[in-house]
């Protein structure tokens, strides 16, 4: 793998800071909003279990939100891996060829 240009670098950190924080902020608003309903159902609003919706149709998407920053993201562990595969995979098909 070729090393990157200072300014390449540079813009793949901001892209992938600005994603991660991007994240964190989703979780944090997640576990807030959540506690809050949590707090509303405990303290009077009907059947106790309607708040479990909402935590796991949410908790899906930051799941998938966490996983398209962390593993699928530009610069990512899990893409890098899977380009470098595929590269190599049309090298050796180009020198076979």
């Known amino acids: ?3 990157l ?4 670098l540079e813009r793949l950190a901001h892209k992938r800071a600005g994603a991660k924080l991007g ?4 979780a944090a608003l997640y576990l ?3 506690l809050f309903v949590f ?8 059947e106790r279990s309607w708040p479990m919706l909402p935590l796991l149709g949410w908790g899906l998407g930051l799941g998938l939100h966490g996983i398209s920053v962390f593993m699928l993201g530009a610069g990512g562990q899990f893409r890098e891996r899977l ?15």
């Open 1 to 3: 793998m070729r090393p």
């Open 5 to 8: 240009p200072s300014e390449e």
């Open 23 to 26: 994240w964190y902020v989703h």
């Open 32 to 34: 807030v909003v959540n």
């Open 39 to 46: 707090a509303i159902s405990h303290y009077g609003f009907g």
């Open 83 to 97: 380009l470098q595969q595929e590269r190599d995979r049309l090298r050796r098909q180009r020198n076979g060829s």
